[in-house]
């Protein structure tokens, strides 16, 4: 039993039942959870148990989720998805590998390889080169299910990485707006490669973002695009200041957005987990308490992660001065230009 609890993902092998609660008392009046009841990153139903089975040594449960999603469409699960069990075979590649070994032309598999290759490259001093290197996989990727948008926002950001030049950008995101219109990753992939083109140039990234929020239905996850353009802005520190109503404007339209997902829901976690950053900075602290309830026990590790290395308690940090008021001592650094600290790297 102790070696197979040892398998199994950091979120599965976390026992609410078997901790003692800290600070339940005042966090159950704010309808907040105790902090010990708050997990990082938890997946949703159905990637839950693929992560799991991949832990115990089955691929077949990941093979069957991606091949779902992919054939019903579901391009924004098929990603987040996608992007998950890359990271989890970067940790625990055994159940990949024979994956990849028993279906090698797999789209799903391609897929795969494709942002596991990027994920390894982007860590490496020699992104540049390495990541040169893995476009062959990023275009079988591609080629196996023409259909697919998610191998063109892995593409963008193997653009951005290599520091491909604006005429090649444009055509990736023809190809995947093509695919996709509103996928909300090649938004973001695209986002983030313009902000770092446009270095300091904030308004042009709130300019494509508000284009791309506006064009979108109402639930699109595009929506929570301009938010985070503002958290962007919000830890940079360069370029000329952004009109405070812009911001707001930003995180209305993100909250506007999360009203429309039910509480308590890993779904929409990351979304309400970057609005409640930007409506802290904002010093809008009754918006962030109600994100806070709604986010529940389910803290991301995305924006937390860009501003500690302890993202979880980075959060708790944060949570408890919205819940208490804010302290003299604020739960990030003093910032860059405009108050926050971001690692350099944001893949």
């Not at 520091?163 to 695919?179: C, M, N, P, S």
């Not at 353009?229 to 957005?257: H, I, K, M, Q, W």
């Not at 803290?299 to 979880?312: H, I, N």
Request: with cysteine; proline share 9%.
């Amino acid at each position: 039993m102790v070696g197979t609890m040892a398998l199994l993902p950091p979120f599965i092998r976390a026992s609410r039942a078997s901790r003692t609660p800290r600070n339940a008392a005042p966090h159950s009046a704010a309808g907040l959870p105790a902090d010990d009841e708050v997990l990082l990153d938890v997946p949703d139903d159905r990637l839950g148990p693929a992560l799991v089975a991949a832990a115990l040594g089955a691929y077949a449960p990941a093979a069957e989720l991606l091949a779902r999603t992919r054939e019903r469409a579901e391009w924004e699960y098929h990603d987040r998805y996608t992007t998950r069990l890359a990271s989890f075979a970067h940790a625990r590649p055994d159940w990949f590998a024979e994956w990849r070994a028993a279906a090698p032309r797999d789209p799903d598999v391609l897929l795969v390889s494709a942002q596991l290759a990027v994920d390894r490259a982007w860590r490496s001093p020699a992104r540049a080169e390495l990541l040169r290197e893995v476009s062959p996989l990023i275009t079988a990727a591609a080629q196996s299910d023409v259909r697919d948008p998610v191998p063109w926002r892995i593409a963008l950001d193997h653009a951005r990485g290599t520091r491909a030049g604006h005429k090649y950008f444009g055509e990736l995101w023809a190809a995947a707006v093509r695919r996709a219109p509103h996928h909300y990753g090649c938004h973001v992939a695209a986002k983030r490669y313009l902000a770092e083109s446009w270095h300091g140039s904030h308004r042009e990234c709130f300019d494509f973002a508000d284009r791309a929020a506006q064009d979108a239905p109402a639930g699109s996850l595009v929506q929570a695009l301009p938010a985070r353009a503002a958290l962007t802005y919000l830890t940079d520190g360069c370029g000329p200041e952004v009109p405070r109503e812009r911001l707001d404007a930003a995180a209305d339209r993100a909250v506007a957005l999360s009203a429309r997902f039910p509480g308590l829901d890993p779904w929409p976690a990351e979304i309400r987990n970057l609005l409640t950053y930007v409506l802290v900075r904002l010093g809008r602290r009754d918006d962030a308490l109600v994100q806070l309830r709604l986010i529940g026990p389910y803290a991301t590790s995305f924006p937390w992660g860009r501003l500690s290395d302890d993202p979880l308690g980075h959060f708790l940090a944060v949570r408890e001065e919205v819940r208490s008021g804010p302290s003299a001592q604020p739960p990030w650094p003093p910032g860059n230009g405009h108050g926050g600290h971001a690692h350099p790297v944001d893949h």
